[in-house]
């Protein structure tokens, strides 16, 4: 006989165990989670957490040798990476992240079964279990959570080249002599600095003009100086046509640039090009779920997908790939579920912010003026140096801005950007202005703490121009 529950999660990630967690806490009900392989999800396993943990051990070898040649430390023997160490940090803070996972699935009630599974139909999985059983599961409710994976440019030779993803990359236990990377998003710009700061030559491709396309030109224009400063070398408009040889050995790749031929070698391939969505092996088809073009999981407002009991949440319905979007879905599905005929939240009202590690971090939400012109929406424009942010001198993290975007017709917040140190602590106040519909003027009128970088917010948004 089938196993019943309340709600089944297909995949651990951030929506998908929330959701199941808080479901059997508080309202006692049946639940379970199917995982195939990273309890948790991708974020603290192979993602977010992870890369930010090799971030940070990139930036403490990069301050000794910042340092040492400043004569501020003085010490014997040049610094030295040691890869192994970087990774065993790194698997450590897994480790115990995994722990914490498999203690809140005890405290919660929720079940968490490990295995494959696939939806039959509207109120059926199957999974077939890593101990070799097979389970017939059936459930109200069904929550897809099967995330998304590297996407892998049909590029000849390449999936034959023992290509590195994000998740590879971070298991390297050698820094690499020569790391390409192909893609300048937000992974590839993230790994980029950081493996250039501990050692690596590094070489970034690009098919389009510019790194970050959705980002405004001077914000991007900034970061490139920046990391170019520390030795990190750009190719745009590239168009690769093959790829030959062995990441891990000798990897060459050719094709053009700017219609000139164009190759490079090098020791290590990354691969960082984009996402696609893990829909391709779990029965949605069969089971009547629709997809779009590129494999997202087709969802309205709330996240329901054509069969109405089931949900879709995560990288696998298109809408972000990241863990603050999951946790904003699991407030979605589950308010909807506790008050389906007048559902308090859907996508269609939240405002999502973004940051980028790098450092400076680069950190945004609202409109761009990219998005802006677009739209035709007129705006007030204010810029700060991140010079006038007195805090950051007291840190020599000087390079960067930040820039506000102001209705034309009243004095809400549009949009804002930050180009700084700990910019991405500097979203809240202003996404909060924003979701209330106040006044920049609210903000200006603060008494904020000195030094701290939020007190730049004031001369910043003394800056704007009034109304006309």
């Known amino acids: ?39 948790g999800g991708s974020c603290p396993n192979i993602a977010c957490l992870p890369s930010k943990n090799l971030l940070f051990s990139a930036s403490i070898v990069y301050t000794a040798q ?63 279990c890593h101990d070799g059983s097979t389970r017939i599961l059936t459930a109200d409710n069904i929550v897809l959570c099967t995330g998304s994976r590297a996407l892998i440019p049909p590029i000849p030779g390449l999936a034959a080249s023992n290509l590195l993803t994000h998740t590879e990359l971070l298991e390297l236990d050698v820094v690499p002599e020569h790391l390409v990377i192909l893609g300048a998003g937000y992974i590839g710009i993230e790994f980029a600095q950081a493996m250039r700061r501990l050692g690596a030559q590094v070489t970034v491709l690009e098919r389009g003009p510019r790194i970050l396309k959705s980002v405004d030109e001077d914000v991007t224009f900034a970061l490139q100086e920046i990391l170019e400063s520390e030795g990190v070398k750009f190719e745009t408009m590239i168009g690769l046509e093959k790829v030959e040889g062995q990441s891990g050995t000798s990897v060459t790749l050719s094709g ?55 949900f879709a949440v995560g990288g696998c319905s298109g809408n972000s790939q990241s863990t603050h979007m999951g946790r904003d879905d699991f407030r979605i599905v589950s308010q909807y579920l506790l008050k389906p005929n007048s559902p308090p939240r859907s996508i269609l009202s939240r405002e999502v912010p973004s940051t980028l590690y790098t450092s400076p971090e680069l950190a945004h939400v609202g409109l761009t003026e990219l998005a802006a012109k677009a ?78 970088m939020n007190e730049g917010l004031g001369s910043l948004f003394e800056k704007v121009p009034p109304r006309e």
Not at 8 to 36: D, F
Not at 75 to 103: C, D, F, T, Y
């Open 1 to 39: 006989m089938p196993t019943h529950y309340d709600t089944l999660s297909i995949g651990s990630g951030e929506a998908g165990k929330l959701i199941c967690w808080t479901r059997s806490k508080t309202l006692g009900v049946k639940t379970a989670v199917i995982e195939y392989k990273w309890i």
């Open 256 to 310: 053009k640039k700017n219609g000139k031929p164009y190759s490079v070698t090098a020791s290590h391939l990354l691969v960082a090009g984009g996402r696609v969505p893990n829909t391709d092996h779990a029965g949605l088809k069969e089971a009547g779920i629709e997809l779009t073009e590129r494999g997202h999981v087709k969802v309205n407002e709330y996240l329901q997908t054509n069969l109405p009991n089931v």
């Open 375 to 452: 739209s035709h929406t007129p705006y007030r424009l204010a810029k700060l140096p991140m010079t006038a942010f007195l805090r950051s001198r007291t840190m020599d993290a000087t390079s960067g801005f930040a820039k506000v975007l102001i209705s034309a017709t009243d004095d809400t917040i549009l949009g804002y950007t930050v180009l700084g140190p700990s910019a991405g602590e500097m979203l809240p106040v202003v996404q909060l202005a924003m979701a209330e519909g106040l006044s920049y003027q609210k903000i200006e009128d603060l008494v904020i703490t000195h030094p701290s």
């Open 66 to 128: 910042k340092y040492t040649q400043s004569g501020l430390l003085k010490i014997s023997e040049p610094v030295e990476v040691n890869m192994q160490a970087v990774r065993e940090r790194k698997r450590e803070m897994v480790k115990g992240l995994i722990e914490m996972h498999e203690s809140v699935f005890t405290g919660s009630g929720s079940e968490l079964i490990l295995g494959l599974g696939g939806l039959v139909d509207a109120h059926t999985v199957e999974v077939s």
